[in-house]
């Protein structure tokens, strides 16, 4: 398993992969997990300064990603996820595949467009070094077999991939971990609403969209606005309760939330998204406003497990509504609950992923 980050702490790994490893071993595989930033370097990587750390860490991550390269003939399946490095070549991704006797690609987003804000916009260095899409268009097109979380992707995919095999698997969770609280937050907090978003630096720019909204809402409603994350965030007009993503108590954090919130552009780099901040929201039985982008319109019911927004006047409304309106917030609540049960659960999802491991 070749995979960007240390297991546990990226959402992107965690709500996919990552929670059947355990699944696989039973099943009789051998697994070995190799990430290229180690967790040191992760609790720096989208800190300011840092840098002779951030580099050291680098040059480690391609020290371990060197010797994969030896050992990567002792097994049966490679799997890789996102990139094998972030080098801006694919020299690594070439051998990588020279190597193995069947290289499985599992990809989240859609890199076939360039995710704005991010990709050569950034005035963080790490973030534009990290962010390649030249490896991972060598590894959609050269892997025996493809993975990827939205039905745009993998339409999308499917022409690009040698072998023709592209395979929908959505992101899920454990939904015994991931349960609504027993007492509101708001009740819980004195009648105040709270209202919280979780992610990581790299989107921040799509929570930064949202500034002129919290202006205006404040003037109409009272709220607490949460922010759960990896970086600091200040607003001028807003007071925010800025809380360290902790992966030992990620489900208590949200069940400090009472609205979910998950803010996308509208463009064909969020239709790769894979809405795992939704289905988050959605176990612990909170309901989401979010952005009409992306897979939010085929995740969310609109009106009764959240609602889908497209402008800062929509944005103002729902909010104001969720807020002042607690009926309909355990009203949509308990029906997110049932529909991440249903359609997200760990159960309904590990067959497609052993499935795909027989096939080699």
């Not at 991972?136 to 993998?154: C, H, M, T």
């Not at 509504?321 to 607690?326: A, E, I, P």
Request: charged share 25%; glycine share 6%.
């Amino acid at each position: 398993m070749l995979c960007p980050y240390p297991v546990g702490v990226a959402a992107g790994q965690r709500l996919k992969y990552e929670q059947y490893l355990d699944d696989w071993q039973r099943a009789g595989y051998a697994v070995t997990v190799s990430p290229f930033i180690s967790l040191p370097m992760w609790d720096i990587l989208y800190r300011p300064a840092n840098m002779r750390r951030k580099a050291w860490g680098t040059l480690k991550g391609f020290g371990r990603r060197i010797m994969d390269l030896f050992r990567i003939r002792d097994y049966n399946i490679v799997y890789v996820h996102m990139w094998v490095t972030p080098f801006r070549g694919n020299m690594f991704e070439r051998l990588t595949r020279w190597l193995a006797r069947n290289l499985i690609y599992d990809i989240e987003d859609n890199l076939l467009a360039r995710e704005p804000g991010i990709v050569s916009d950034s005035p963080h260095p790490v973030l534009r070094f990290l962010k390649s899409q030249t490896a991972a268009r060598y590894l959609l097109r050269e892997a025996d077999q493809v993975i990827v979380a939205s039905d745009f992707l993998q339409q999308a995919y499917l022409p690009v991939n040698r072998a023709r095999r592209v395979a929908l698997i959505p992101p899920s969770l454990d939904v015994d971990r991931f349960r609504p609280a027993a007492v509101a937050a708001s009740e819980r907090n004195g009648g105040v609403v709270t209202i919280g978003w979780t992610g990581t630096f790299s989107s921040k720019p799509f929570l930064d969209a949202l500034r002129p909204v919290w202006k205006e809402l404040r003037k109409v409603a009272d709220f607490r606005l949460i922010v759960i994350g990896n970086f600091d965030y200040n607003l001028d007009d807003v007071s925010v309760e800025v809380v360290r993503w902790d992966r030992n108590a990620e489900v208590e954090q949200l069940l400090e939330l009472d609205i979910g919130i998950y803010p996308l552009p509208n463009d064909d780099w969020a239709k790769g998204k894979a809405g795992l901040k939704i289905i988050q929201y959605q176990a612990v039985g909170i309901p989401c406003v979010a952005s009409h982008a992306g897979l939010s319109p085929f995740q969310i019911s609109e009106g009764k497990t959240g609602f889908l927004v497209s402008n800062d006047a929509e944005w103002l409304n729902r909010l104001q509504r969720l807020l002042q309106d607690s009926d309909l917030r355990r009203r949509m609540g308990a029906a997110a609950r049932s529909n991440a049960v249903q359609r997200y659960s760990r159960e309904a999802i590990a067959g497609q992923y052993r499935a795909i491991l027989a096939q080699f």
